[in-house]
């Protein structure tokens, strides 16, 4: 009797100290300011997440395995793992963290609390009582959009029409983010590496740990410089301001590695060509467009495809942000580029498309027309630039 109650006692003891652990944890990794922001929702038909118990993780992962990581980053790495159900998913397992990537794990779980969109990854829900926080997302089992455009041992080629559609479906997403979320919800990271492709090759939207929630009455967001080397907007970087049109420039500079198939960063010859935006915007203005685009665009695009979606691109690089297009105006003019090579395309979603079209300016069916600016020296430079793209 005596050995059995020094063994309850010892269980006993040890639960406890796993339970306060888990409880140390869970107020560590923003539990109690995540619990406040997600009460904090008024709309009673968003999803709040599920919270896993670490220990169903753990055993969906394979402990954590180091052969179930499907990438890494400076935020940490994410595994794949399988649930008891036979539902896969993608764990993104934070590195060490202060209390500066608290906030943002919390940001990123309360951001995707808010966002229903077939284009943006999907959050199953969270676990707070670990060492460091985990997000449970859905797997997407195809992948980034920047391994199928830059990975040489990439056997898929991603097609001209596929790049249309996932320029696209990226422009529908940032749109809906944009304008149509509860509140206006700037992404801040657009990539290729946060585009992923499911097993239809459908993009989504991806880590939006760096993303704010901005008040409808608030023009911008003045906050520290964050994003990536590459595709920061430079307006963003010398003020400090992030607005919407911080988010059109680094769709732009997809945009460019869609047609280029350059990395944003790349070991071209010439050191100024290094940065691809200004490497794109150079050699439309130099007439040489066609010299740097994709071999699959060229083999496969047509030439009023290709300078309309250049030009697009183009206007999205502007340095000044009040001249680039929004992007619902993008999103017009993707759909009207991708209706010229199918007319069926126009009919599909057509309750969306309507929607993002409301308010915006009227697009011609055969002749890419410039977006409604603010500056009418825009306007006439946008007109201007048909002239200077020769066809092949």
């Known amino acids: 009797m005596l050995l059995l109650l020094c063994w309850w006692l010892h269980k006993y003891i040890k639960r406890r100290r796993e339970a306060k ?3 140390n944890f869970f107020k560590r990794n923003g539990g109690f300011l995540l619990q406040q922001r997600l009460t904090s929702i008024e709309d009673n038909h968003v999803e709040k997440g599920k919270l896993f118990a670490l220990t169903v993780l753990d055993r969906a992962t394979d402990h954590f395995n180091k052969n179930r990581i499907l990438g890494q980053g400076g935020q940490g790495a994410v595994y794949k793992g399988m649930l008891i159900d036979g539902t896969i998913i ?4 934070s590195k060490v963290i202060d209390a500066r990537q608290v906030e943002q794990f919390v940001n990123e779980i309360f951001i995707l609390s808010e966002i229903n969109h077939r284009n943006v990854v999907k959050l199953l829900g969270f676990c707070l009582e670990s060492e460091v926080p985990l997000l449970v997302y859905e797997f997407v089992p195809n992948g980034t959009l920047y391994r199928h455009l830059h990975d040489a041992n990439e056997e898929f080629p991603v097609s001209w029409e596929m790049r249309l559609r996932i320029a696209n479906e990226v422009a529908t997403a940032v749109s809906y983010l944009h304008s149509d979320a509860a ?3 700037y992404h801040r990271d657009i990539k290729s590496t946060n585009i992923l492709l499911d097993e239809k090759y459908q993009a989504k939207v991806a880590d939006f740990g760096a993303s704010k929630l901005v008040p409808i009455d608030q023009t911008h967001l003045t906050t520290k410089v964050r994003g990536t080397f590459g595709y920061l907007d ?3 970087y010398q003020t400090s301001q992030f607005t919407d049109k911080s988010d059109v420039y680094s769709f732009g500079v997809v945009l460019a590695e869609l047609l280029t ?20 915007i150079i050699s439309i203005q130099e007439n040489r467009l066609f010299d740097v685009l994709d071999k699959e665009v060229l083999d496969h695009g047509e030439n009023e495809e290709i300078i309309a979606v250049s030009n697009l ?9 009040r001249y680039r297009p929004t992007m619902k105006q993008v999103v017009t003019e993707l759909e009207r580029v991708r209706s010229l090579r199918n007319p069926m395309v126009a009919r599909q979603n057509e309750e969306e498309i309507n929607r993002i079209r409301t308010g915006s300016i009227c697009v011609s069916s055969v002749i ?4 409604q600016l603010e500056a009418q020296v825009e306007l006439t430079s946008v007109q201007e630039d048909q002239s200077l793209l020769s066809p092949r």
């Not at 198939?261 to 794109?280: H, V």
């Not at 691109?313 to 942000?321: D, I, M, N, P, V």
């Not at 890419?368 to 977006?371: L, R, V, Y």
């Open 21 to 23: 652990l888990k409880q």
């Open 90 to 93: 993608a764990v993104k397992k």
């Open 183 to 185: 509140m206006p919800i």
């Open 234 to 236: 430079p307006e963003y």
């Open 261 to 280: 198939g350059e990395r944003p960063i790349s070991q071209l010859t010439a050191e100024d060509d290094r940065n691809l935006a200004s490497y794109f």
């Open 313 to 321: 691109a183009k206007r999205c690089l502007q340095l000044h942000g």
């Open 368 to 371: 890419p027309m410039p977006m």
